[in-house]
């Protein structure tokens, strides 16, 4: 498991959130994940990590983990949610793995109707933000 120091993270949530369709389990494992890719494709394995947490729309939350990393080089954007695909290693250095963090985590977002995505430009870092649905009925 990753470990960053806490000079190197912030996190940004709310006084108040609905209860999630997802359960806790399932939300750790997805952020870890996120926040593993950060920390091992970073070249010092030490990135700046911001994870927000808002609400903008009554039926989702929405995650965000921002990191000060290498990028992702735009092409290889659509391919990283699919079982065994790794970021080519010319832009990454050889990073251990299987290529299944992300597509684990899509996979826990979409069992539950929650979506996912990324924004990421080389040199400037990457952007992950995971949608879960509120859970139904009252709070």
Do not use: C
């Amino acid at each position: 498991d990753a470990k960053i120091p806490p000079e190197r993270y912030t996190i940004r949530i709310p006084d108040r959130l609905p209860p999630l369709r997802m359960g806790r389990l399932r939300l750790e494992v997805a952020l870890r994940q996120v926040i593993d890719n950060a920390v091992k494709f970073h070249p010092e394995h030490a990135p700046r990590v911001e994870i927000t947490v808002e609400q903008p729309d009554d039926a989702h939350v929405r995650l965000t983990v921002a990191d000060d990393g290498p990028g992702i080089p735009s092409d290889e954007l659509p391919r990283i949610w699919l079982p065994f695909y790794q970021v080519d290693s010319l832009h990454t250095g050889q990073v251990p793995g299987l290529g299944l963090g992300l597509p684990l985590t899509a996979h826990h977002v979409w069992s539950v109707g929650g979506d996912v995505g990324i924004e990421s430009k080389l040199g400037q870092g990457t952007r992950v933000w995971l949608d879960i649905p509120v859970a139904d009925g009252p709070a």
